[in-house]
């Protein structure tokens, strides 16, 4: 029986990301995992209460995440009826995809997270980059570049390179996109992990109907194993969104997780507080050993340009029981970059010395 295939999902590529299991080996507890940009901190103590009465894993979930929907409303200021609720960002990135860019043009500034171009190429939309380290600097030129009637994906701050959008700049790009009839994907996962500043444009959303903004609990509330993110926008991209996704899309762990994340106030707080601490010390210290050169971030990881090839000295530090991203698998680096989490300082410690010893 011959079985016919789009030719987009027989040419789709998987992307590379980092974590424990990207390395292709068993789960070694000793490992220092530098490749995930997870919350220092973890999750919230609280969230050890979903696990109390597991005879929840009997029962269906929510299909909508009706309570969970209500506690954001609370927490961003934005309708229920606005809000999305994915298993994990990843999956709201392709939903949006599928319900929005088929054969569309899509611009994408570069380097960034490679599930924009991996989900919208599998819907057959046409992929145009704009190689960027620094987007403030080179607003003008992007904008010029906005495709009318289609669609651009932001990042902010971008991942891998740290960097942050002004919110003014964002704002600029939106109306620019809306002038041109023109989608704007803006993934703000990391925004709540940036301790100096508010550039989120979430209190613009009502201007703007062309704007899509994706947030993570997985990040900011350190979720990472139980997959959950959330989307926002007008009405009727919700409504969309809400049709296609598959049911019962979020355990219902998952969904009393991140309820009971969102009403620890306090695990934000002292989060960012030692991301600042430690952003710092990691990039004052790492910078002042010969042949690495850290790039300015505004968030929970860092950018680094590296002498030593970046798979190379991924290889070398795993023998030390350390993991960093090797950033040769992003679109616009090459193979001496390396990109690492900002942990607790005993830890971040761990990784100088080694880093030293390269």
Known sequence: MKIRVPEAITNHKVASHGGIFSIGTK????LLDFSSNVNPLGFPSSVKNAFKNLSQISVYPDPDSNDLRTVLQKFIGISKNQIVVGNGATEIIYNYCAAFLKKQNVLIPIPTFSE?????????AKLYF?????????LEEFENMIPKKNCIFLCNPNNPTGSILKKRNVLRIIESAHDKSAMVFLDECFIELVPDGNESVISYMKEFD??????????????????????????????ILQKIKIPWNVSGIAQKSAVLALSDKSHISKTLNLIK????FLTDSVSKIPGFTCYNSATNFILIKSDIPSSQLQNKLLKKNIL????????????????????THQENLKLVEALKEQ
């Open 27 to 30: 789960h070694n507890p000793r």
């Open 116 to 124: 924009y171009a991996s989900a919208a190429k599998l819907n057959n």
């Open 130 to 138: 704009f190689k960027t380290m620094d987007l403030n600097k080179d």
């Open 210 to 239: 062309n704007l899509f903004i994706l947030r993570s609990l997985t990040k900011s509330f350190g979720l990472a194993g139980l997959r959950i993110g959330y989307g926002l926008g007008n009405k009727k991209i919700v409504e």
């Open 277 to 280: 601490k430690e952003s710092k």
């Open 324 to 343: 960093v991203r090797d950033c040769s698998t992003f679109r616009g680096l090459n193979s001496n970059f390396i990109r690492i989490a900002v942990r």
